[in-house]
């Protein structure tokens, strides 16, 4: 659980890393995107990915991912020491890993 829970405009970030995550900016748009407040992890069902919003270091966050990346699911982490397109707040982020490969495949054909 996040202790502080900052305002974040997720609007903004999720236009701010279009240019490297294409297809998260109309996921986003079209509510395919979900930010949870909370560790206890939840199936996607509709959703196309979700963003645990969780107050723990790069570390431990990427350990987190780490041990989650498997299955059906794509696990990613992102902390705002991370770099320019860094979520604003520490974050474990959930994907479905087909969707995500059949959209780099799409990327690398359309010469991305």
């Not at 509510?31 to 645990?52: D, F, H, N, S």
């Amino acid at each position: 659980m996040v202790r502080n829970r900052q305002s974040v405009d997720w609007s903004l970030y999720f236009l701010k890393i279009k240019p490297v995550c294409p297809w998260s900016w109309a996921a986003w748009q079209q509510g395919q995107i979900e930010i949870v407040y909370t560790r206890r992890i939840r199936p996607l069902g509709a959703y196309a990915a979700r963003v645990y919003v969780i107050d723990i270091s790069k570390r431990r966050l990427k350990r987190l991912a780490v041990l989650r990346d498997h299955g059906e699911d794509e696990w990613l982490w992102s902390h705002p020491e991370y770099g320019p397109y860094a979520t604003p707040v520490p974050c474990l982020i959930q994907q479905d890993r087909e969707r995500l490969n059949t959209i780099r495949k799409q990327l690398m054909l359309a010469g991305h």
